[in-house]
């Protein structure tokens, strides 16, 4: 079993920031992408930002130059500082993270979600 918590949405003023951490624990071997995802009402999940194999980096159009995503490969943990923060950043966003369990077989797993809000 692989679990990810999520920490650090909440409602902000456009043009401010939040910061999005998550955890990855449990029976892991391996972990080769971490990322974000977002889902806003009556929308399809998107992807956000992602780390792959710790260096290669890819964000969506949206939020290029906005936000940065990393990663602490020793805490096990993905961080993302979002600036500059528009209304339409407003979402449900959740935590990804793919890799090996110790049983060696692949995961594809997902934190339950922190609603970012951005609002006057």
């Known amino acids: 079993q692989v679990q990810l918590v999520e920490s650090g949405g909440g409602l902000v003023q456009p043009g401010g920031s939040l910061r999005l951490s998550c955890v990855v624990s449990g029976s892991i071997y391996s972990i080769n992408a971490m990322g974000w995802y977002r889902q806003a009402p009556g929308k399809e999940r998107e992807l956000v930002a992602q780390?792959?194999?710790?260096?290669?980096?890819r964000y969506a159009d949206s939020v290029k130059g906005r936000f940065t995503i990393s990663r602490d490969n020793a805490k096990n943990t993905v961080t993302m500082q979002m600036n500059s923060l528009k209304p339409e950043d407003t979402a449900v966003y959740y935590c990804?993270?793919?890799?090996?369990?110790?049983?060696?077989?692949?995961?594809?797993?997902w934190g339950q979600g922190t609603q970012v809000t951005v609002s006057s």
């Open positions: 780390i792959i194999s710790g260096h290669m980096i």
């Open positions: 990804n993270a793919l890799g090996l369990g110790t049983n060696l077989r692949e995961y594809d797993s």
